[in-house]
């Protein structure tokens, strides 16, 4: 079966109702019928049916033994680390998303757990980097903001070799683009507040395991340190996934031209999107990914902060805030919003510019979206040309 057929009847119907929407579990507990004997479900934090169809879903959207929900992304990643312990390193993708950065700098350091940054995009250095200590590679692709692409299969040679665990966050590729344990990682995790969830409305992480055995660990931890996802929320993740391929191919189709146009024009410096082929990790975004996603970023010709500034405040159908992947366009300004607690030269090393404009291409028309761009810039431009 193809992608989306299959992920629309994994889904179940409903056994007791037949209803074909999946049923919401509001409940803290179940009736036993002696001690310890019940239906498979004894307390809502160890398990609740709602939550385990979006478990279920989850392990089959990225070919794993087992998924779990948790209350944020963020969580997910909380999850994966608890694996470790204390004198274990963690060797990372440089341009990490900032809140792993700062869960693994400022909670888990003074735990013990040490962690180094590596470009990712380059195998010598990730062989280079690992050491006696280092027991887990994490790893992003498509990373934020910059897009950069690591070689997944080549990393999980690495790591298989060394006996180190991979975990790849999956958030910006999304399962229906590339699947990681295909590629030889051991674990994903999802920010599902992004493209699983799709419509900006919930905050929500998964992760899913290659094994059993580490799936066991994982659901210990889930259990044992309690962030789980509630049932509305693993509700509306389901459904957002029914439409998960549908709405990737259009975001991805819509990114593509707004990526071109921005190329084309006479404002803007370097666009980041694996899409296109002047990116530098383009090929290994067509090995690894079916689709290249809605995220794009780009910086001026002119590196003005004010400018830039002008740009994201100018649109009308991109929103300026944080987060990506829901229906709607949203625009932001890394440098004064997701990466302020960066250092500028740090912040710098990795391309992310003053001027550099991350954008959520949303699933509104190509052709409006173009031309709201297209509107921003002339303005911010008039008005930076008034003031100068
Ligand atoms: C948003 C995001 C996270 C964190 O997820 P939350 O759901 O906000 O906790 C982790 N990784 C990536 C790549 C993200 O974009």
Redesign the pocket.
Known sequence: MNTSTNILHSIPVDELTGSIAVPIYQTSTFVQQSPGVHKGFDYARSNNPTRKVLEDLAAKLENGASGFAFA????A?DAVVKLLKSGDEILAVDDI?G??FRLFTQVYEKFGINVRYVDTSDLKQVSAAINPRTKLIWL?SPT?PTLKVSDIAGIAEIAKEKHLLLCV?N??ASPVSQQPLNLGADLVIH????YLSGHSDL???LVITKTKELGAKIKFIQNASGSILGPFDSWLVIRGIETLELRVKQHSLNAQKVAKYLQQHQLVKTVYYPGLTSHANHKVACRQQHYFGGVIAFDLKEDDALLAEKIVSSTGLFKLAE??GGAKSLICLPAEMTHKSIPREKRYSSGVKDSLIRLSVGLEHADDLIQDLEKALQKAYKTSLFTA
């Open positions: 944020s992304g963020l969580a990643i998303y809140g792993a992003e934020n966050d958030t910006f920010s599902a507040t992004k905050i929500a992480g987060s990506l």
